[in-house]
């Protein structure tokens, strides 16, 4: 139930196109849902983040997408750019106690061709 | 704000030797977490601290890793004896536990026990 299932495993794109990775998960009680960008050599870094009071959030060409009723988010990323290729994680938190033990997906390594 | 600081970024260790692994949290950061990062099981929290006190080590893989957070500027996790299959890249975060982007990962330390 501490599950998130991310896909898919390797995405490839044409620059300018739009790049779509999606998750799910089962534990009702997740409500802090981030998404992190991962370079080589790097450590996951924070890219943008939603709490399933509202279904969606954009910032730039990232937009994350919320149904609470799937138990399902998923990241868009328009207008991906060559920059953009990274290994992208979706990762869900539940708050209280539990503060802080994030549940990973298995990530996404993408790629946007020039 | 430097960031999460980690050392070193690489060790090379023989099986059976102690390692030592270093973190400096964001400062007013309460919370600080330790994971692990390997393709078969990608990234796995070991164990986090509140306050500089640990309250969750279930994901410690066992006996032979323990992390200690002597000040709120300061963790370590070591591993004594170390065997090949604790190589991976070991990765420390810290957050504050409550803004959506407040959790932030430092660059990680490659471990290589041959």
């Known amino acids: 139930q501490q599950q998130v299932k991310q896909s898919p495993q390797s995405l490839i794109v044409q620059k300018g196109g739009i790049s779509i990775i999606n998750c799910a998960y089962e534990n009702t009680a997740f409500d802090y849902f981030p998404w992190y960008q991962q370079f080589p050599g790097k450590g996951p870094a924070l890219l943008i983040a939603i709490r399933p009071d509202v279904s969606e959030k954009k910032e730039g060409r990232f937009t994350i997408s919320f149904n609470k009723s799937a138990k399902q988010f998923s990241l868009h990323i328009m207008d991906s750019q060559p920059g953009d290729s990274a290994t992208y994680f979706c990762a869900a938190d539940r708050g209280g106690t539990s503060y802080g033990k994030l549940t990973f997906g298995q990530g996404t390594i993408l790629t946007v061709h020039p | ?114």
Not at chain 2, 45 to 72: C, H, Q, T, W
Request: proline share 6%; hydrophobic share 30%; glycine share 8%.
């Open chain 2, 1 to 114: 704000d430097a960031g999460v600081i980690q050392s070193p970024r690489h060790e090379v260790t023989e099986m059976g030797q102690e390692v030592t692994l270093r973190c400096k949290p964001i400062s007013g950061h309460d919370y600080l977490f330790w994971y692990r990062q390997t393709m078969m099981r990608g990234l796995e929290l070991l164990i986090y601290f509140n306050n500089n006190v640990p309250i969750d080590d279930s994901g410690m893989p066992e006996d032979r890793f323990s992390a200690k957070m002597p000040n709120a500027s300061f963790s370590t996790l070591k591993i004594q004896p170390s065997e090949p299959r604790d190589s991976a890249v070991y990765f420390c975060a810290s957050s504050d536990g409550r803004s959506l982007y407040g959790y932030t990962f430092g660059s990680g330390t490659r471990l290589t026990v041959v």
